[in-house]
Protein backbone atom coordinates (compact mmCIF):
# COMPACT_ATOMS: atom_id res chain seq x y z
CA UNK A 1 0.00 0.00 0.00
CA UNK A 2 1.28 3.38 -0.94
CA UNK A 3 0.75 6.04 2.26
CA UNK A 4 1.46 9.88 2.42
CA UNK A 5 2.55 11.46 5.58
CA UNK A 6 2.07 14.98 6.32
CA UNK A 7 4.22 16.00 9.05
CA UNK A 8 8.03 14.67 8.68
CA UNK A 9 8.51 15.12 12.71
CA UNK A 10 9.43 12.43 15.00
CA UNK A 11 5.98 10.96 15.30
CA UNK A 12 5.63 11.25 11.33
CA UNK A 13 8.79 9.50 10.90
CA UNK A 14 8.43 6.69 13.61
CA UNK A 15 5.26 5.90 11.83
CA UNK A 16 6.93 6.12 8.14
CA UNK A 17 9.33 3.62 9.98
CA UNK A 18 6.82 1.02 10.51
CA UNK A 19 4.82 1.29 7.65
CA UNK A 20 7.90 0.46 5.59
CA UNK A 21 9.20 -2.24 8.06
CA UNK A 22 5.48 -3.97 7.45
CA UNK A 23 5.82 -3.46 3.58
CA UNK A 24 4.59 0.01 2.41
CA UNK A 25 5.59 2.36 0.38
CA UNK A 26 6.15 6.03 2.22
CA UNK A 27 6.11 9.13 0.62
CA UNK A 28 6.83 12.12 3.14
CA UNK A 29 4.92 15.46 2.00
CA UNK A 30 7.82 17.93 3.07
CA UNK A 31 6.53 21.48 4.14
CA UNK A 32 8.98 24.03 1.75
CA UNK A 33 11.86 23.49 -1.56
CA UNK A 34 14.29 23.73 1.67
CA UNK A 35 13.44 20.87 3.24
CA UNK A 36 13.39 18.77 0.53
CA UNK A 37 16.89 20.34 -0.88
CA UNK A 38 17.75 19.29 2.38
CA UNK A 39 16.07 15.68 2.64
CA UNK A 40 16.73 14.63 -1.09
CA UNK A 41 20.78 15.33 -0.12
CA UNK A 42 20.67 12.09 2.14
CA UNK A 43 17.59 10.45 0.28
CA UNK A 44 17.07 8.71 3.80
CA UNK A 45 16.33 8.97 7.64
CA UNK A 46 17.21 6.34 10.48
CA UNK A 47 15.40 4.91 13.39
CA UNK A 48 17.43 4.26 16.57
CA UNK A 49 15.73 1.98 19.21
CA UNK A 50 17.51 0.24 21.80
CA UNK A 51 20.65 0.34 20.06
CA UNK A 52 20.30 -0.85 16.86
CA UNK A 53 20.07 2.05 14.32
CA UNK A 54 17.69 1.00 10.67
CA UNK A 55 17.95 3.10 7.39
CA UNK A 56 14.75 3.97 5.77
CA UNK A 57 14.22 4.99 2.12
CA UNK A 58 11.18 6.86 2.17
CA UNK A 59 10.09 9.25 -0.92
CA UNK A 60 9.52 13.18 -0.74
CA UNK A 61 7.75 15.84 -2.87
CA UNK A 62 5.82 18.76 -1.89
CA UNK A 63 1.83 19.19 -1.25
CA UNK A 64 1.97 20.71 -5.15
CA UNK A 65 2.84 17.10 -6.40
CA UNK A 66 -0.02 15.73 -8.43
CA UNK A 67 -0.29 12.09 -7.38
CA UNK A 68 -3.51 10.92 -5.86
CA UNK A 69 -3.47 10.15 -2.61
CA UNK A 70 -5.07 7.11 -1.20
CA UNK A 71 -3.63 6.86 2.48
CA UNK A 72 -3.36 9.85 4.16
CA UNK A 73 -1.39 10.11 8.20
CA UNK A 74 -1.21 13.50 9.53
CA UNK A 75 1.31 13.79 11.86
CA UNK A 76 2.09 17.94 11.95
CA UNK A 77 1.34 19.99 15.00
CA UNK A 78 -1.84 20.16 15.98
CA UNK A 79 -2.04 23.87 15.18
CA UNK A 80 -0.58 23.22 11.83
CA UNK A 81 -3.05 20.07 10.85
CA UNK A 82 -5.77 21.64 8.95
CA UNK A 83 -3.55 23.84 6.73
CA UNK A 84 -1.91 21.02 5.98
CA UNK A 85 -4.74 18.94 5.10
CA UNK A 86 -6.26 21.78 3.01
CA UNK A 87 -2.72 21.66 0.74
CA UNK A 88 -3.12 18.44 -0.33
CA UNK A 89 -6.91 18.36 -0.71
CA UNK A 90 -7.10 18.39 -3.82
CA UNK A 91 -5.08 15.10 -4.20
CA UNK A 92 -7.30 12.96 -2.22
CA UNK A 93 -8.66 9.72 -3.78
CA UNK A 94 -12.56 9.65 -3.21
CA UNK A 95 -12.07 6.78 -1.37
CA UNK A 96 -9.04 7.73 0.57
CA UNK A 97 -8.13 7.22 3.92
CA UNK A 98 -7.04 9.59 6.41
CA UNK A 99 -5.37 9.03 10.20
CA UNK A 100 -4.71 12.18 12.38
CA UNK A 101 -2.28 11.66 15.01
CA UNK A 102 -1.51 14.87 16.70
CA UNK A 103 -1.99 16.08 20.52
CA UNK A 104 -4.66 18.47 21.24
CA UNK A 105 -8.45 18.51 19.94
CA UNK A 106 -10.58 20.72 17.51
CA UNK A 107 -8.69 19.89 13.59
CA UNK A 108 -10.24 16.04 14.15
CA UNK A 109 -13.68 17.05 14.33
CA UNK A 110 -13.24 20.26 11.94
CA UNK A 111 -11.67 18.18 9.42
CA UNK A 112 -14.46 15.74 9.75
CA UNK A 113 -17.15 18.71 9.89
CA UNK A 114 -15.77 20.50 6.97
CA UNK A 115 -15.17 17.06 4.70
CA UNK A 116 -18.25 14.71 5.56
CA UNK A 117 -18.18 12.34 2.39
CA UNK A 118 -13.94 11.42 3.79
CA UNK A 119 -13.09 8.20 5.97
CA UNK A 120 -11.25 10.10 8.84
CA UNK A 121 -9.99 8.56 11.84
CA UNK A 122 -7.90 9.91 14.51
CA UNK A 123 -5.55 8.73 17.23
CA UNK A 124 -3.84 9.33 20.53
CA UNK A 125 -0.14 7.97 21.11
CA UNK A 126 2.05 7.45 23.96
CA UNK A 127 4.99 6.65 21.66
CA UNK A 128 7.68 8.83 22.42
CA UNK A 129 10.91 9.65 20.06
CA UNK A 130 13.22 12.93 19.78
CA UNK A 131 15.57 13.60 16.85
CA UNK A 132 19.45 13.46 17.80
CA UNK A 133 20.30 15.24 14.39
CA UNK A 134 18.28 16.17 11.69
CA UNK A 135 16.67 13.40 9.95
CA UNK A 136 18.07 10.91 12.68
CA UNK A 137 15.37 9.67 15.23
CA UNK A 138 16.13 8.13 18.77
CA UNK A 139 12.83 6.09 19.78
CA UNK A 140 12.94 7.06 23.31
CA UNK A 141 9.85 4.59 24.64
CA UNK A 142 7.40 2.15 23.11
CA UNK A 143 4.28 3.48 23.88
CA UNK A 144 0.56 2.38 22.43
CA UNK A 145 -1.43 3.62 19.80
CA UNK A 146 -5.39 3.60 19.88
CA UNK A 147 -7.51 4.43 17.10
CA UNK A 148 -10.89 5.03 16.26
CA UNK A 149 -13.06 6.08 13.20
CA UNK A 150 -14.21 9.95 13.64
CA UNK A 151 -16.81 10.08 10.31
CA UNK A 152 -19.79 8.64 9.74
CA UNK A 153 -18.81 5.83 7.00
CA UNK A 154 -15.42 4.23 7.03
CA UNK A 155 -14.41 0.22 6.49
CA UNK A 156 -13.49 -1.53 9.95
CA UNK A 157 -10.76 -3.15 8.23
CA UNK A 158 -8.49 -0.66 7.91
CA UNK A 159 -7.87 -1.15 11.88
CA UNK A 160 -6.97 -4.49 10.95
CA UNK A 161 -4.28 -3.20 8.61
CA UNK A 162 -2.80 -1.22 10.55
CA UNK A 163 -2.97 -3.81 13.37
CA UNK A 164 -0.18 -5.26 11.23
CA UNK A 165 1.63 -2.16 11.34
CA UNK A 166 1.97 -1.75 14.71
CA UNK A 167 1.61 -4.47 17.32
CA UNK A 168 0.48 -2.37 20.13
CA UNK A 169 -2.31 -0.71 18.25
CA UNK A 170 -5.82 -1.21 19.57
CA UNK A 171 -8.85 -0.03 18.29
CA UNK A 172 -11.63 2.12 20.23
CA UNK A 173 -15.09 2.74 19.05
CA UNK A 174 -15.09 5.90 21.00
CA UNK A 175 -12.30 7.78 20.16
CA UNK A 176 -13.71 11.36 21.19
CA UNK A 177 -13.00 9.93 25.26
CA UNK A 178 -9.67 8.89 24.29
CA UNK A 179 -8.76 12.14 22.65
CA UNK A 180 -10.28 13.48 26.11
CA UNK A 181 -8.17 11.70 28.27
CA UNK A 182 -4.87 12.94 26.42
CA UNK A 183 -6.20 16.09 26.48
CA UNK A 184 -7.03 16.45 30.28
CA UNK A 185 -3.44 15.06 30.99
CA UNK A 186 -1.92 17.28 28.90
CA UNK A 187 -3.70 20.60 30.53
CA UNK A 188 -2.28 19.47 33.57
CA UNK A 189 1.22 18.45 32.83
CA UNK A 190 2.43 20.74 29.19
CA UNK A 191 1.36 24.60 30.48
CA UNK A 192 2.86 23.90 33.66
CA UNK A 193 6.00 22.32 32.75
CA UNK A 194 6.39 25.13 30.25
CA UNK A 195 5.96 28.19 32.39
CA UNK A 196 7.86 26.57 35.44
CA UNK A 197 10.65 25.73 32.68
CA UNK A 198 10.79 22.27 34.42
CA UNK A 199 10.90 18.86 33.44
CA UNK A 200 7.61 16.46 33.99
CA UNK A 201 8.95 14.95 37.36
CA UNK A 202 9.61 18.48 38.91
CA UNK A 203 5.91 19.86 38.93
CA UNK A 204 5.71 17.22 42.03
CA UNK A 205 8.81 18.16 43.74
CA UNK A 206 7.23 22.05 44.60
CA UNK A 207 4.07 22.41 47.08
CA UNK A 208 2.82 25.89 44.45
CA UNK A 209 3.33 23.75 41.12
CA UNK A 210 1.74 20.85 42.95
CA UNK A 211 -1.17 23.14 43.91
CA UNK A 212 -1.37 24.84 40.17
CA UNK A 213 -1.58 21.13 38.85
CA UNK A 214 -4.52 20.32 41.20
CA UNK A 215 -6.19 23.10 40.56
CA UNK A 216 -5.79 22.63 36.96
CA UNK A 217 -6.65 19.08 37.49
CA UNK A 218 -10.09 19.65 39.53
CA UNK A 219 -11.54 22.22 36.79
CA UNK A 220 -10.86 19.68 34.11
CA UNK A 221 -12.47 16.69 36.14
CA UNK A 222 -15.49 19.06 36.44
CA UNK A 223 -16.05 20.12 33.39
CA UNK A 224 -15.78 16.99 31.73
CA UNK A 225 -17.94 15.70 34.32
CA UNK A 226 -20.69 17.88 32.91
CA UNK A 227 -20.01 17.81 29.30
CA UNK A 228 -20.33 13.55 30.59
CA UNK A 229 -17.36 12.29 29.30
CA UNK A 230 -15.64 9.55 31.35
CA UNK A 231 -11.93 10.23 31.87
CA UNK A 232 -10.36 8.29 34.44
CA UNK A 233 -11.14 5.60 37.20
CA UNK A 234 -9.59 8.19 39.86
CA UNK A 235 -8.86 11.90 39.81
CA UNK A 236 -7.35 13.41 37.29
CA UNK A 237 -4.41 14.61 39.72
CA UNK A 238 -3.89 10.99 40.48
CA UNK A 239 -3.73 10.10 37.28
CA UNK A 240 -1.46 12.86 35.95
CA UNK A 241 0.64 12.40 38.92
CA UNK A 242 1.31 9.30 37.95
CA UNK A 243 2.10 10.38 34.27
CA UNK A 244 4.63 13.36 35.35
CA UNK A 245 6.29 10.60 37.74
CA UNK A 246 6.72 7.90 34.84
CA UNK A 247 7.84 10.63 32.19
CA UNK A 248 9.58 12.62 35.20
CA UNK A 249 13.05 13.14 33.10
CA UNK A 250 11.30 14.14 29.90
CA UNK A 251 10.44 17.67 28.84
CA UNK A 252 6.59 17.70 27.74
CA UNK A 253 6.23 19.18 23.97
CA UNK A 254 5.25 22.26 25.00
CA UNK A 255 8.11 23.06 27.37
CA UNK A 256 10.43 22.09 24.35
CA UNK A 257 8.14 24.53 22.10
CA UNK A 258 8.38 27.49 24.19
CA UNK A 259 11.70 26.93 25.19
CA UNK A 260 13.44 26.73 21.47
CA UNK A 261 10.69 29.64 20.64
CA UNK A 262 8.19 27.79 18.67
CA UNK A 263 4.88 27.87 18.37
CA UNK A 264 3.09 25.98 20.98
CA UNK A 265 0.34 23.54 21.02
CA UNK A 266 -1.39 25.62 23.71
CA UNK A 267 -4.58 26.50 21.85
CA UNK A 268 -5.57 22.97 20.96
CA UNK A 269 -4.98 21.98 24.44
CA UNK A 270 -5.87 23.97 27.01
CA UNK A 271 -7.32 26.85 24.55
CA UNK A 272 -10.23 23.82 23.21
CA UNK A 273 -10.61 23.02 27.04
CA UNK A 274 -11.14 26.47 28.20
CA UNK A 275 -13.84 26.66 25.24
CA UNK A 276 -15.89 23.63 26.25
CA UNK A 277 -15.73 24.77 29.85
CA UNK A 278 -18.18 27.49 28.36
CA UNK A 279 -20.48 25.21 27.11
CA UNK A 280 -20.95 23.87 30.84
CA UNK A 281 -20.38 27.07 32.68
CA UNK A 282 -18.63 26.50 34.87
CA UNK A 283 -15.54 28.61 35.71
CA UNK A 284 -11.49 27.91 34.77
CA UNK A 285 -9.45 30.12 36.06
CA UNK A 286 -6.84 28.13 36.31
CA UNK A 287 -6.51 26.36 33.39
CA UNK A 288 -7.33 30.10 31.74
CA UNK A 289 -4.41 31.78 33.70
CA UNK A 290 -2.03 29.22 32.18
CA UNK A 291 -3.69 30.05 28.75
CA UNK A 292 -3.19 33.56 29.22
CA UNK A 293 0.54 33.22 30.07
CA UNK A 294 1.63 30.82 27.76
CA UNK A 295 -0.24 32.86 24.98
CA UNK A 296 1.78 35.53 26.01
CA UNK A 297 4.74 34.34 26.07
CA UNK A 298 4.21 32.58 22.38
CA UNK A 299 3.04 34.86 20.59
CA UNK A 300 2.69 38.30 22.15
CA UNK A 301 1.58 40.49 19.16
CA UNK A 302 -1.04 37.91 18.13
CA UNK A 303 -3.44 38.22 20.96
O1 LIG B 1 2.22 14.08 25.96
C1 LIG B 1 3.01 14.67 26.64
C2 LIG B 1 3.69 15.82 25.99
O2 LIG B 1 4.80 16.17 26.36
O3 LIG B 1 3.09 16.38 25.05
C3 LIG B 1 3.26 14.28 28.06
C4 LIG B 1 2.26 13.24 28.46
C5 LIG B 1 3.15 15.46 28.97
C6 LIG B 1 4.61 13.63 28.24
O4 LIG B 1 5.67 14.51 28.16
Same mark, same amino acid.
Given at each position: MQWHILGAGAIGLLWAAKLQRAGHRVTLILSGPQKLNQYNEIEHFSVTSEGLTDRFNADAELAEHTVPIHHLLITTKSFAAVDAFNSI?? @????NARILLLHNGMGPQQQLVDENPQLEIWAGSTTDGAYFESPWNLVRAGIGDTQIGRL???????FFEEMASVDGKLTMTTDINTVLWRKLAINCAINPLTALYDC @????????TDRRAAMAQICKEVDSVANALGITLFDRKLMEQAWDVAELTGRNHSSMQQDVSHNRTTEIETITGFFCKAAKQTSIPVPANQLVLEAIRNINEPDDY
Open positions: RH @RLAGSEYGDEQ @RNGELLKY
